[in-house]
Nanobody, 116 residues
Framework: QVQLVESGGGLVQPGGALRLSCAVS????????MGWPRQAPGKQRELVAG???????NYVDSVKGRFTITRDNTKNTVYLQMNSLKPEDTAVYYC??????????WGQGTQVTVSS
């Protein structure tokens, strides 16, 4: 059974930082692709950052240079380091897994609120 558990969300002031973590229960974690989509109120869900099984990363333009996605295959965990946060980064952030057979799994989401 695949399980994804996010942590690390919260309230932060503009310009602040947060690190999200996603602990994953899955066989062969090193072979799956991981990502952090987010959804703000009234907006479509967007993929903020992704990392392949080989470690290749990709980011939406609005977070390039501010967010960093990493993975630790020894801990079955993926991280999203978010720096220089802006109010427009406020959203529910989800952890997403894609298996080699292209099945998708999602975490429950964690709220990130950027506000003074």
């Amino acid at each position: 059974q695949v399980q994804l558990v996010e942590s690390g969300g919260g309230l932060v002031q503009p310009g602040g930082a947060l690190r999200l973590s996603c602990a994953v229960s899955v066989n062969m974690f090193s072979s799956v692709a991981m990502g952090w989509p987010r959804q703000a109120p009234g907006k479509q869900r967007e993929l903020v950052a992704g990392i392949s099984s080989s470690g290749t990363t990709n980011y939406v333009d609005s977070v390039k240079g501010r967010f960093t996605i990493t993975r630790d295959n020894t801990k079955n965990t993926v991280y999203l380091q978010m720096n220089s946060l802006k109010p427009e980064d406020t959203a529910v952030y989800y952890c997403r897994l894609i298996t080699t057979s292209l099945r998708f799994y999602w975490g429950q989401g964690t709220q990130v609120t950027v506000s003074s």
